[in-house]
Structures are given as C-alpha cells and as structure tokens.
C-alpha cells in the first residue's frame, strides 16, 4: 500500500491531476484556476502541466463557468467548474437547477451532464462576507443533482476522482477551514463509494452525523464526552445527496439517540432531512427526538464573531446531553 | 424599415436588391425549396394553434412571421453544425430533420424534449430565457477542442437579449474565440414588452462592444438571412470567431396560445408587418423570374396539407405516458429516492387518482 501524508487541499491537487492523466476530456474551469493555480491552490500547476485548453482561466461570470460546461458536457467533455466562494454560486443557480440537474431528463438519457462543481463551503477562515457559507441545501433539494462533501485528504483524493468519473452532475463541498489539515492518503484504492457514509468512531450511546468542517468538531466532541464515560459514534454522511440511510440507521438502531452538526442554518436544511428520513426509519429505536446542531437562522455574521455562530465542540456536547436526558 | 444597415436582397414586393457585400448564390430550384420550407413550417403552425384551441396541446408558441429568418438560417447550416434553440424554433427543428410530431411532444405535455438532439444536431428546446446561449458557446469550445471545423449557432430573441447569460455568452465567446453565430430574432415584442424597453439601440451593434461583428438582416427575407447566416458559418468554422445576426422579424401571431396581442400592440402596427410577409415575397419572385407556375404553388400547399393532417394524427395518437417513465433519465445511475418513488407509486396503484 502506497501511502502518503498530505494537506486536504493537495490531496484535491493530486487527484485532480490523477483524473486529468487518466481522461484527456476531464477540463478544470474557473476563476483563477490557471496561472494562480486558484485562491486556494487547489489547482496549483495544473496549467503548467496540462495546458490552457485543458485549465481554463474563466471570465468572471459564474453562470458562465457552469452554463458552458454544459455545452462542453453534450460535446463529451467532464469539466471540474471551479466557484471560487460558496457565496458565489448563486450567479450560476439558475444554470444548475435549471439545465445541469434536468438536462438528462430533457433529453430521455441522450445528454450525460459529466460535470463537478467543486465549491468551498463552511466558514471558519476569518473571511468577509460571503466567503463562509453553506449552500448545499439548495442543491440537495434539487432531482437531478448529486451532493457529496468530504472531510478528509484520503477522502478528498478518491471522492474528487469518483465525482469526474461519475455520470450525474456532482456538487462537491470542500470544507475550506480543514483545506490545511493532514492526513495519510492512500494513493492505491478509494477507501468507500462516493455515496457512503462513513463510521469514523464506533460508539454506543449517541450517534453524531457531521459532514465536512463538523466531522471534526464531533470527532473532538466525542473525545471529550468519552472522558465523562459517554460512548459517542460520529458518522461522516460524506454524501448529502442522497443520504447512505443504511449506514446511520444501523448505528441509530445500535444507540437510540441522533444528533445532527452542521454549519448551516436548521431550516429546511440537510440536517433537516436527515432527522426526518432517520425518524421515519428508525422510530421503534428512537430513545430522543433527533437534535440538530446548526449555524443560527442570520446571515453569516461577521467573522471574528463566527465562532460563536458555527457548532462548536461545546454546543454538540449540549445537545448529546439533551438527547441523553430524554429516558433518564 | 427601410435602414440602410439593413441586409436586404429581396424587397417585400418581391423584387431584388443589390447589397455591397452580399449577393444570392441560390439557382431558382433551390428558392424553390425554401419557398416550400416556409409554407409547410406555417401550415404546421396553424395546424398547431388549431390543436391547442381544441384541447389537444397545453400550449404552443407560433411562429408565423418568423419563417424566412427560420428557414433561411436552418439551410444555411452545414450537417455537421450544431444548433442550440429556445422553444419556438420550429422552422429550424424542421432544416434539422426533427419530425414536426416530435416538436410537439413538448406542447403536448407528454416530454420535456421531444427528440434525440445528438442525432438531429439540434439540441432540445430550452425554456429559460437565454440558458443554451452558454450551452452552445461551452459546445463551440468543445468543438475548438476537437480541432472540428464545425460551427455552432444559438437562436434567441428580442427579449432574452436582456438575459444575464446571452451577454455573458457574448464575453465568452470573444474570449475564447468561439466558432459561434449568435442568431437573435428580433420579432418586435417579449410578450408584451416592446423592443423599446430592451435596447436603446440597435441589438446588433451590442456586437461590436463586445468585440465581435454584428449584421442586421431583414428577418422576413430569406434570400439576405440564407447569405448572411452562410458567411457567419463558414467564418466560424475556419476560426474566424463569433458573429452575431440580428434577423429583423416581426411575430404576426402571439407569443403563445396563452396570449392577447390586442392588449398591447395596435391592428396597424401588424397590418404594416403583414404587407411585409416573408412567403409572398419569394412566391412573386419565383413567378416573375422563375415563370413557376400555379401548379407548383399548389401541390405544395397540398404537400403541406397532407403533413398537417399526419401531423394532427401523431399528436393524437400520443398518449398519457406511462407514470412510471417520470423516473427515467431522472439520473443516470440508480438512486434510491428514485427506487423508494416508484416503489410507493407502484405499491399505490399507477393510474392517478382524483385531486
């Protein structure tokens, strides 16, 4: 096994560029992408190595980014769309809602819609506004699209290079605070599917589901709780479009209890759905209702008060508490 | 009308006019064919607006007015070329070898398409104004990729030329040098909304701020939009970029069966348009030039009489599709939304049930 210990964003690099050897039709599209290599180097010598037919530095017009890679889709092109900011995105929403995710159906199964759009999503960074949101609801929400998030550079690596090689449209969030953190990666096979929930930590006593940014925050939660003598079990969704049931409701058959993270408002929001579809699921093995651990219902708010907004180890470890105090 | 930027070689009257930079290359015989193009795409339409005020179609977007500027750039495109259109380009789907009953699955509620794009080069009707604009620019790119020498041509009108994502396709398509033709029919009207409002000046010109030429064409001329929308093809497809054409037209009908014209635009105002029809035009020509005689004329109109009556046949034969087929294409691989939906429409009982 050939491993190697990596940032998220260069395990993002390597298996961008592992894609672009493997298919001479994977393109990269997107503002900064080429000479700079991306605001995060996500994309750091990809032009260099690969040419600017192939690395486009893109005009500054996010429905564009997404709108001709559609074209360059039914021309039998993948392109990875690079939006350099969550809160960019909504430029290209329509493009998204309206042709990426209903194309194929349009065209009875004649238009592959091959195309990622990768979007760092969450806050975290000490941004300015519109540089640390969470629009991946929107997506969820939409038939057609597929969501997937990853929270790890192995992960990053393999989950980058399934969302090329697979033929629905992907939105991939890339978790922007964790681009910086290492990991081992294995450079030999992916470690799940694309669309696997993950168990990162078995437990018994509550299950905690993050994805992204918030694996972490429960990981530390579940350290944390384990001292008080709390086994907690911390499950990567890692797919938020659709969701790997099996696997949370296995684990909330196992420990009664769910608690949802995420950086998102609660409203109508991914961990909103995930607490519906698990209630439905598992009702008979629920000892709690299910909690979701959110950003609050306000607009971003300004970054050096952001982490009061976004889930802190603290709020999770408050809401395992509430769960657990629902039969004691 | 009468605007000396205008590409004109075929007066209303039908008699024709020299042009600096452009002359009809096409023998009579051919004429002849786009003559019978543009009365067969009319008779199908109001077959069409027929079918809907009888209750056979949810709704349909005419095209009447519209024909030479349809027909005239549909068979100026090269088989290889690739079209991207919005709903209401019926007379294109029809230079592209799409069956008139495909166009109208769409209207008849029973698809969001109607036909399979990849094999008649024509991609399928785009609602949202102004989307395939990029579509066809991000193809353009793919075919630059390629090394092709084809061309590709978007159509949209009067009203998308206000659309974020039709300008946005004209800074791409200058950028990267696309081998495009940006075809906007300028048909007077947005529903209601009136040329005035979209522009404060001529829509071809926004070309050159943009970096690329612009040509104005009378849209009711088939002979100038053939040569015009040919000479745009052949420079987009040997790297000469995009061209944008503005085919100067005029919708006679309504926007769609939904519609009142009468509430907004005034009985002489379409009187004008009407004395200025893309078919009579060629017909006299082809009379007074061509000495055609009335025979001809009317076994066309019976050709197109018998296509009408085909295509009124096929649209009723179209049936509720199957509900389950909803599911179809949703995706390309399996998805267990989609396996968990028809698996509770099956278990309910597939038929629908009262609202």
């Known amino acids: 096994m050939t491993t190697q210990t990596m940032t998220m964003a260069k395990a993002l690099n390597e298996g961008l560029r592992a894609a672009m050897e493997k298919n001479k039709k994977v393109l990269i599209m997107g503002e900064d992408v080429g000479k700079l290599g991306g605001v995060f180097r996500i994309t750091d010598g990809l032009q260099k190595d690969f040419g600017e037919d192939r690395v486009i530095d893109a005009p500054l017009a996010e429905s564009a980014i997404v709108g001709t890679a559609v074209g360059l889709a039914i021309r039998g092109y993948r392109t990875v769309c690079e939006i350099q900011f969550d809160g960019f995105v909504y430029p290209a929403f329509d493009q998204i809602v309206s042709q990426v995710a209903k194309l194929r159906k349009r065209s009875d199964g004649v238009y592959t819609m091959g195309l990622v759009i990768r979007i760092p999503f969450q806050g975290g960074i000490g941004a300015i506004e519109h540089h640390s949101e969470s629009p991946e609801a929107y997506f969820a929400h939409t038939a057609g699209l597929r969501v997937v998030s990853c929270s790890t550079p192995n992960d990053a690596y393999w989950m980058i290079q399934q969302s090329i090689e697979h033929d629905d449209p992907i939105i991939f969030c890339e978790p922007k605070s964790r681009y910086w953190e290492k990991g081992e990666v294995n450079l030999d096979e992916p470690p799940n599917g694309l669309f696997d929930a993950v168990v990162r930590r078995e437990g018994t006593d509550v299950t905690v589901v993050g994805y992204g940014s918030t694996v972490k925050t429960a990981l530390r939660a579940a350290d944390t709780a384990a001292q008080e003598g709390l086994s907690i079990e911390v499950i990567d969704a890692r797919s938020l479009a659709p969701f790997d049931l099996e696997t949370m409701a296995a684990s909330l058959t196992k420990t009664g209890r769910l608690v949802v993270v995420q950086e998102a408002p609660h409203t109508a929001s991914v961990g909103s759905e995930l607490v519906a579809s698990l209630s439905e699921r598992c009702f008979y093995s629920l000892r709690a209702p299910g909690i979701r651990v959110s950003g609050y219902h306000v607009p971003y708010p300004p970054t050096r008060i952001e982490e009061d907004y976004r889930p802190s180890v603290d709020r999770v470890l408050d809401a395992v508490d509430r769960v657990m105090g629902f039969d004691s | ?355």
């Open chain 2, 1 to 355: 009308m009468i605007d000396e930027e205008l590409v004109q070689l075929l007066t209303p009257e039908g008699e024709r006019v020299s042009h600096p930079e452009y002359e009809s290359t096409l023998s009579g015989e051919e004429i002849l064919g786009l003559y019978r193009d543009m009365v067969i795409i009319r008779r199908l339409c109001n077959e069409s607006t027929s079918l809907q005020r009888q209750g056979q179609l949810a709704l349909w977007a005419p095209v009447q007015g519209q024909e030479a500027a349809q027909i005239g750039a549909g068979r100026a495109l090269a088989p290889t070329d690739f079209t991207f259109p919005t709903y209401r380009e019926h007379g294109i789907a029809w230079c592209r070898g799409v069956p008139p009953e495909d166009m109208l699955r769409l209207f008849r509620a029973v698809s969001n398409g109607g036909w399979d794009p990849q094999k008649y080069r024509h991609s399928v009707p785009t609602i949202v104004l102004g989307n395939q604009a990029l579509h066809a620019v991000g193809y353009a790119m793919g075919v630059q990729r390629d090394g092709a020498e084809e061309a590709v041509m978007t159509f949209f009108g009067d009203g998308a030329s206000s659309q974020g994502d039709v300008l946005e396709s004209f800074v791409w398509a200058a950028s990267f040098n696309a081998p495009i033709v940006f075809f906007c029919q300028n048909n007077q009207w947005g529903i209601s909304t009136p040329m005035s409002t979209q522009s404060k000046i001529p829509l071809y010109h926004r070309a050159h701020g943009f970096g690329f030429p612009g040509v104005r064409v009378d849209g009711n001329d088939v002979l100038a939009v053939y040569e015009v929308t040919k000479r745009a093809l052949e420079s987009a497809r040997v790297g000469g970029g995009p061209t944008l054409i503005e085919a100067y037209t005029y919708r006679l009908g309504a926007h769609t069966t939904s519609d009142d014209p009468t509430r907004y635009r005034i009985d002489a105002e379409v009187e004008v348009w009407k004395h200025r029809d893309p078919i009579e035009r060629v017909k006299s020509l082809l009379v007074r030039e061509f000495k055609i005689k009335a025979g001809v004329f009317d076994d066309i109109v019976a050709e197109a009489d018998v296509l009408a009556l085909k295509l009124r046949d096929d649209v009723l034969a179209m049936d509720r599709p199957d509900p389950r087929t909803m599911f179809d294409n949703a995706y390309a691989t399996p998805h267990p939304l989609i396996d968990e939906g028809l698996r509770d429409m099956v278990e309910l009982g597939v038929g629908g049930g009262a609202h």
